[in-house]
């Protein structure tokens, strides 16, 4: 499944996170997960990644695209808004980092 969508600032986010040692990671807006992978890529050190999207196609296409890291993927089909539950519900009490575009 081939993503329609093409990330962007990926270098600055990239750059944002750059020599932090970062645990667990909120994406607001997983979208197809071209963020995310190129946060995991670059952040091995990552245990947890908790990718949230109101688009159930967009999570499914995401699914696929960070195959290579369904150990540390947590999905959401929701609203950034509800990170406290989300995070709750899977026994997360600190996120490290952000992201939302």
Known sequence: MNSPHVSVMVNEMLEYFEGLHIKVFFDGTLGAGGHA?????AHP???????????PSAL???KQNLKAFE??????????????KMIASIGIKNVDGFFLT
């Open 71 to 84: 150990k540390k993927m947590k999905f959401f089909h929701g609203n950034f808004l509800d990170l406290d």
């Open 45 to 55: 050190e990552i245990e947890t990644y908790i990718g949230c999207d109101r688009d």
């Open 37 to 41: 992978k190129a946060m995991l890529e």
């Open 60 to 62: 499914m296409i995401a």
